[in-house]
């Protein structure tokens, strides 16, 4: 199983600035995904970034709002840029586990942020 | 769209079995069937996957349809550590994404 960590685990922000949030995997992985989950809902995807190539977004999500980094296999980055309150949310990033077979996603612990 | 369709919430004594259904009459033949759950406050946890034929580990079983329409998870000793959001999620292995519908809240009581 991989095991991941986050920074930072919980930050407050004003309106307008940016937030780089870190994620860190214990061994190296092809796939790391970026979600959102916004308070009392689900997890919602917002990018997939692989090493080597731009990260993909979905629907909804653009790069100059959410850009990520993914210098090597076993790190990522998403910054969240000009926040508005409505970002304040748990991000979330999570590897998927190609070596057993199993494909199962791990996720790691989140970052709570709220913009005021 | 989601593919799965989950009851919003339901409650279980402790103790007793907790079974949880999930829907994907869409599902195509290359798609497995996958459990997660959300204990408040945590990341998602894998719990177990399947693709036609049941499953059991140690934390729970997976009981595919034979149309593998729907299927059920079980919990058999539910604790209240089993309290959670769980989410069925249908997708094909080999770098498939995950996405979340809303899930189903386990609430397990004393």
């Known amino acids: 199983s991989a095991v991941i960590s986050q920074k930072p685990s919980r930050d407050i922000c004003q309106r307008g600035t940016s937030l780089t949030i870190q994620c860190q995997v214990d061994?190296?992985?092809?796939?790391m995904f970026w979600y959102r989950q916004q308070p009392g809902q689900s997890l919602t995807l917002i990018a997939t970034?692989?090493?080597?190539?731009?990260?993909?977004?979905e629907s909804g999500f653009v790069i100059d709002k959410f850009p990520i980094s993914r210098p090597n296999l076993t790190f990522s980055t998403l910054t969240v840029s000009n926040m508005s309150p409505e970002d304040s949310s748990i991000y979330l990033c999570?590897?998927?586990?190609?070596?057993?077979?199993?494909?199962?996603?791990?996720f790691g612990p989140g970052t709570r942020l709220t913009v005021t | 769209d989601a593919k799965t369709t989950q009851p919003t919430s339901m409650d279980c004594a402790e103790g007793r079995a907790a079974n949880l259904p999930c829907n994907h009459s869409?599902?195509?033949?290359?798609?497995?069937v996958y459990w997660y759950r959300q204990i408040h406050s945590q990341g998602p946890q894998y719990i177990i996957h399947?693709?036609?034929n049941n499953e059991t580990n140690e934390m729970a079983s997976l009981i595919i349809t034979e149309d593998r329409k729907s299927s059920t998870l079980i919990l058999p000793h539910a604790t209240l550590r089993d309290t959670a959001v769980y989410y069925c999620?249908?997708?094909?292995?080999?770098?498939?994404?995950?996405?979340f519908g809303p899930g189903t809240s386990l609430s397990v009581i004393p």
């Open positions: 999570s590897v998927e586990d190609t070596a057993s077979g199993s494909y199962e996603q791990y």
């Open positions: 061994s190296q992985v092809t796939m």
């Open positions: 970034a692989n090493q080597g190539s731009e990260a993909t977004y």
């Open positions: 869409t599902i195509s033949g290359n798609e497995y």
């Open positions: 399947g693709l036609k």
């Open positions: 999620i249908v997708m094909k292995t080999s770098y498939d994404k995950v996405i």
